[in-house]
T-cell receptor, first 116, second 114 residues
Framework: AQSVTQPDIHITVSEGASLELRCNYS??????LFWYVQSPGQGLQLLLK??????LVQGIKGFEAEFKRSQSSFNLRKPSVHWSDAAEYFC??????????????FGKGTHLIIQP | EAGVTQFPSHSVIEKGQTVTLRCDPI?????LYWYRRVMGKEIKFLLH????????ESGMPNNRFLAERTGGTYSTLKVQPAELEDSGVYFC????????????FGPGTRLTVL
């Protein structure tokens, strides 16, 4: 069975500093990988996704993630965080079967706190 | 284009009562998913509709949960009778049939069972 691990429950970063959120997955084949963000009172918003090809993926809001097969990781990065980035971030893995896109498997999430 | 909407945003019920949650997917999205997040835990997949058919309901916790999608448009998730452990946030997501895995999520319904 597939699984996702986000080892950091909370991360505190100063505004303007760089950010890296960790994600490790377990899956038997090449996974579809996602990062979602949830701001208070909002639904989950897709930041970026990886299906195949270039292992460095660019997303919205200045985020990027790198797929490393050898480490089973898909870490999220941003060079300079803004106070508005404070939210909860979820890494997820999915797969596609003949019947359509399957349900996603999520990590437990990482709360990002921005210090002024 | 309107996003995925869910109703109600919050629901507080007593143990043993029945609650029905509704999800309206993005227009034209044939895939519809239900997920649940219990406090302190990860978001877990419940089930997947393709149009009006249940594609995968392996995540449904037990037979107190019933999901329907009549006509392949909106979906309802009924919990009957509700138990304390059903409390959590229920998310709905939708996607186009041809766009694998790019799921758009609604804001969720927070269910509290007392």
């Amino acid at each position: 069975a597939q699984s996702v691990t986000q080892p950091d429950i909370h991360i505190t970063v100063s505004e303007g500093a760089s950010l890296e959120l960790r994600c490790n997955y377990s899956y038997g084949a090449t996974p579809y990988l996602f990062w979602y963000v949830q701001s208070p009172g909002q639904g989950l918003q897709l930041l970026l996704k990886y299906f195949s090809g270039d292992t460095l993926v660019q997303g919205i809001k200045g985020f990027e993630a790198e797929f490393k097969r050898s480490q089973s990781s898909f870490n999220l990065r941003k060079p300079s965080v803004h106070w508005s980035d404070a939210a909860e971030y979820f890494c997820a893995v999915g797969r596609y079967s003949g019947g359509g896109a399957d349900g996603l498997t999520f990590g437990k999430g990482t709360h990002l706190i921005i210090q002024p | 284009e309107a996003g995925v909407t869910q109703f109600p945003s919050h629901s507080v019920i007593e143990k043993g009562q029945t609650v029905t949650l509704r999800c309206d997917p993005i227009s034209g999205h044939d895939n519809l998913y239900w997920y649940r997040r219990v406090m302190g835990k990860e978001i877990k997949f419940l089930l997947h509709f393709v149009k009006e058919s249940k594609q995968d309901e392996s995540g449904m916790p037990n037979n107190r949960f019933l999901a329907e999608r009549t006509g392949g448009t909106y979906s309802t998730l009924k919990v009957q009778p509700a138990e304390l452990e059903d409390s959590g946030v229920y998310f709905c997501a939708s996607s186009r049939l041809a766009e694998r895995n790019e799921q758009f999520f609604g804001p969720g319904t927070r269910l509290t069972v007392l």
